[in-house]
């Protein structure tokens, strides 16, 4: 194993690594946070095979990254409620800068950069306005922070750019939280989550919500295919939740669609998606539950369900050469037609993330 230069990889858990240094981190096709068999926080790096490529410490459990386009920066994001970011030298495995959320803010952690490199933006929470807010940061500044807009919705969770490279997409959950009162969730009778599309400006470009009987479904996760297709995953806030779909697509201009499935599907997903990814191919769609130790692909143009693999603890899902990869809490991962293996000593935490193209 790679321990140095693992440990500049691992800083950039769930999220891209620049292509400059990719090298430095033992050129992993795969990151993913986890916890050891002694119940400290590691990060891990996986071959294009799972294959680990390198594990090492973490000092607590972090969220998600951003890598820069051109420099080997990545900033690696605190765990909602954060109110620090660290932006990595992945050259030297220093902190260049530390970001911290203004007053009244926290990081929901995510974030993404401009096609240029010239700013970050990081989604964040409004706490006392319950208004969630996108954070636009100067980086030739330092990561100075130069302005902030609204993001459409409430507690913006994940953010993506689309192939454009002009546009925002976020997933505002519509859930409202506060520091003080630590992860718990404040407005659930109310909540609104929505799929908002911004411009640089903060402009709104276009808003998508679900119908008004799954308003308590909060949008968390994204997936962006090569022409700007957005695959959403939700989270049903509510302990009735029989039928209702976890899951769809969604384009610009139009209405949000959501998947196929007979209700049995979605009962034994028990409300919980954890991730969602594209396929190379664009033709499918990936959905994971771990609650309900399932793991279902869906046709993306049909949007029906196409089959259903029971896997422990599965919720870590990202696209591989053919098909795709995941990743358990149980230590498993598996490739698309391979047998499930076993990592010795680990449990994955929630996502797996492409680092490269294959």
């Known amino acids: 194993m790679t321990h140095r230069r693992g440990f500049l990889a691992g800083l950039l858990a769930a999220g891209l690594v620049p292509r400059s240094g990719w090298a430095e981190a033992g050129s992993p096709a795969y990151l993913s946070a986890a916890r050891s068999a002694g119940g400290d926080y590691v990060l891990v790096g996986l071959s294009e095979t799972l294959d680990e490529v390198f594990r090492l410490p973490m000092p607590s459990r972090g969220h998600a990254a951003a890598a820069h386009p051109a420099r080997p920066q990545a900033v690696a994001f605190a765990r909602r409620p954060g109110m620090f970011a660290l932006v990595i030298d992945c050259r030297t495995g220093q902190v260049a800068h530390q970001l911290t959320a203004p007053g009244g803010r926290h990081f929901y952690g995510h974030g993404v950069f401009s096609p240029d490199g010239t700013r970050l933006f990081t989604t964040e929470n409004d706490h006392e306005n319950a208004r969630g807010v996108v954070g636009v940061w100067d980086v030739a500044a330092g990561y100075a ?81 090569r022409d700007g297709q957005v695959a959403f ?126």
């Open 145 to 225: 922070r130069m302005a902030e807009f609204g993001s459409g919705g409430v507690g913006p969770h994940d953010i993506a750019l689309l192939p454009d490279g002009e546009t925002l997409v976020l997933a505002n959950g519509g859930i409202e939280t506060h520091p003080d009162s630590g992860r718990a969730k404040l407005n659930i009778p109310t909540m609104a989550p929505n799929l908002s599309y911004l411009d640089f400006n903060g402009n709104l470009l276009d808003l998508a919500e679900p119908d008004r009987p799954l308003r308590r479904n909060s949008i968390r996760h994204l997936s962006v295919r």
């Open 233 to 358: 995953a939700m989270q049903w806030q509510d302990d009735t939740h029989d039928g209702v779909p976890l899951g769809g697509l969604h384009r610009r201009g139009g209405a949000l669609s959501l998947f196929r499935a007979e209700t049995g599907l979605w009962r034994d997903m028990q409300g919980y998606a954890g991730s969602i990814a594209f396929s190379r191919a664009g033709d499918r769609v990936a959905l994971t539950s771990p609650r309900g130790n399932l793991f279902a692909t869906f046709d993306a143009r049909s949007l029906n369900l196409l089959e259903i693999l029971r896997r422990s603890d599965v919720c870590g899902v990202a696209e591989a050469r053919s098909g795709f990869a995941t990743t358990g809490g149980d230590g498993s991962v598996a490739l698309t037609g391979q047998p499930v293996r076993q990592v010795p000593g680990l449990a994955f935490d929630n996502h797996l993330v492409r680092v490269r193209e294959f």
